[in-house]
């Protein structure tokens, strides 16, 4: 097994036993939500090191949301979404896709669970009328491809799909996208990422970039975006290059992290175009990340990806650091001095 740098963060026990697709921080204490292709979604209290309940499926879960600090949401294999009450134990199922369900995510701005899936559609669920599926379907949206990744911020939702094709809606009219686009990238999407601020999404790909996207189409708008490579190395002259698992911005100063194959997560500057940390490399590949809701945290999850198929690998592990301010706070430009 691989020696493990302090500075990598306390590793959570009791982890799942197979590769974790999400993890997700509460917006409300330091609780965290882990879904896994062991057929479990976990609930941890990061700060405790305390596992504190667990949900069996019927297939991998490929994603999980909060909905408050007492409940949250799965989206599974065996194409059902789930609501799942922490306290009691109890699940419903809010309804089901023709195919598995790949994302999930819980709209504070209209009361509604969003899911993804690899049938090609996106589906909006309210979750308050949970005795029946005819009550909680709010509506069916089709994709131009299955549904590999969404996010939400305020009223907009980023929709990424295969094919690379990027919709952006608007939550109180979901008739048809308010933008379609395509990814600026490539490569395959893996993760897409709207800013806290929200005026555009970062976007990674299988191939070692993140496009930074903004949803202003007039010309000035347009001119600020921009692509880089990331989590790539070279070696004898070749480069080698890693997908982009997983993208998670800080919530009080906007900079981001990325994750990927490597094992290495990077903080960004995406303002100032600058690299401001690498963490040390951690033993598997980074598959899912997310701060805290006061950014004093940062959950890691270490766990073989399957991008070389199957081979001897890691365990999987979910590493849980405490931020150093230095690490994500966006250093002033250093103007030149004028010449007196």
Same mark, same amino acid.
């Given at each position: 097994?691989?020696?493990?740098?302090?500075?990598?963060?306390?590793?959570?026990?009791?982890?799942?036993?197979?590769?974790?697709?999400?993890?997700?921080?509460?917006?409300?204490?330091?609780?965290?939500?882990?879904?896994?292709?062991?057929?479990?979604?976990?609930?941890?209290?990061?700060?405790?090191?305390?596992?504190?309940?667990?949900?069996?499926?019927?297939?991998?879960?490929?994603?999980?949301?909060?909905?408050?600090?007492?409940?949250?949401?799965?989206?599974?294999?065996?194409?059902?979404?789930?609501?799942?009450?922490?306290?009691?134990?109890?699940?419903? &199922?809010? %309804?089901?896709? !023709?195919?598995?369900?790949? =994302?999930? $995510?819980?709209?504070? #701005?209209? +009361? @509604?669970? &969003?899911? %993804?899936?690899? !049938?090609?559609?996106?589906? =909006?669920? $309210?979750?308050?009328? #949970?005795? +029946? @599926?005819?009550?909680?379907?709010?509506?069916?949206?089709?994709?131009?491809?299955?549904?590999?990744?969404?996010?939400?911020?305020?009223?907009?939702?980023?929709?990424?799909?295969?094919?690379?094709?990027?919709?952006?809606?608007?939550?109180?009219?979901?008739?048809?996208?308010?933008?379609?686009?395509?990814?600026?990238?490539?490569?395959?999407?893996?993760?897409?990422?709207?800013?806290?601020?929200?005026?555009?999404?970062?976007?990674?790909?299988?191939?070692?970039?993140?496009?930074?996207?903004?949803?202003?189409?007039?010309?000035?708008?347009?001119?600020?975006?921009?692509?880089?490579?990331?989590?790539?190395?070279?070696?004898?002259?070749?480069?080698?290059?890693?997908?982009?698992?997983?993208?998670?911005?800080?919530?009080?100063?906007?900079?981001?992290?990325?994750?990927?194959?490597?094992?290495?997560?990077?903080?960004?500057?995406?303002?100032?175009?600058?690299?401001?940390?690498?963490?040390?490399?951690?033993?598997?590949?980074?598959?899912?990340?997310?701060?805290?809701?006061?950014?004093?945290?940062?959950?890691?999850?270490?766990?073989?990806?399957?991008?070389?198929?199957?081979?001897?690998?890691?365990?999987?592990?979910?590493?849980?650091?405490?931020?150093?301010?230095?690490?994500?706070?966006?250093?002033?430009?250093?103007?030149?001095?004028?010449?007196?």
């Amino acid at each position: 097994m691989t020696a493990v740098s302090q500075s990598a963060g306390r590793e959570l026990e009791n982890p799942p036993k197979d590769g974790i697709s999400n993890l997700r921080f509460s917006n409300h204490s330091d609780h965290l939500l882990v879904s896994s292709w062991d057929k479990t979604v976990r609930l941890y209290d990061a700060s405790a090191n305390a596992l504190r309940g667990e949900f069996m499926h019927g297939g991998a879960v490929l994603d999980c949301c909060f909905h408050d600090d007492s409940s949250g949401f799965s989206a599974s294999a065996d194409n059902t979404v789930r609501r799942l009450v922490f306290n009691s134990g109890r699940e419903d &199922i809010l %309804g089901r896709h !023709d195919a598995p369900v790949r =994302c999930i $995510d819980y709209s504070y #701005a209209t +009361g @509604q669970v &969003i899911t %993804g899936s690899w !049938d090609k559609t996106l589906k =909006c669920w $309210d979750p308050r009328g #949970a005795s +029946g @599926q005819e009550h909680t379907l709010v509506g069916t949206y089709t994709q131009p491809e299955r549904v590999y990744s969404l996010s939400l911020v305020g009223n907009r939702l980023v929709v990424a799909t295969a094919g690379r094709h990027v919709n952006v809606y608007d939550l109180r009219n979901m008739n048809q996208p308010e933008q379609r686009r395509e990814s600026s990238l490539k490569y395959q999407t893996r993760c897409v990422r709207c800013y806290p601020n929200g005026t555009g999404y970062a976007l990674s790909s299988v191939e070692g970039r993140v496009a930074m996207e903004f949803f202003d189409l007039s010309e000035s708008g347009q001119s600020k975006k921009y692509a880089f490579k990331c989590h790539r190395k070279s070696e004898a002259g070749r480069d080698i290059v890693y997908p982009v698992n997983a993208i998670a911005f800080h919530p009080i100063y906007g900079t981001f992290a990325t994750g990927g194959c490597d094992g290495y997560v990077n903080v960004w500057d995406g303002n100032n175009k600058k690299r401001l940390y690498q963490y040390p490399k951690y033993p598997s590949s980074v598959a899912a990340l997310s701060f805290s809701r006061d950014g004093k945290l940062l959950a890691v999850a270490s766990s073989y990806t399957f991008e070389e198929g199957e081979k001897p690998h890691e365990p999987d592990a979910i590493y849980v650091r405490s931020v150093n301010e230095v690490e994500v706070k966006p250093k002033p430009k250093v103007l030149p001095n004028p010449t007196s």
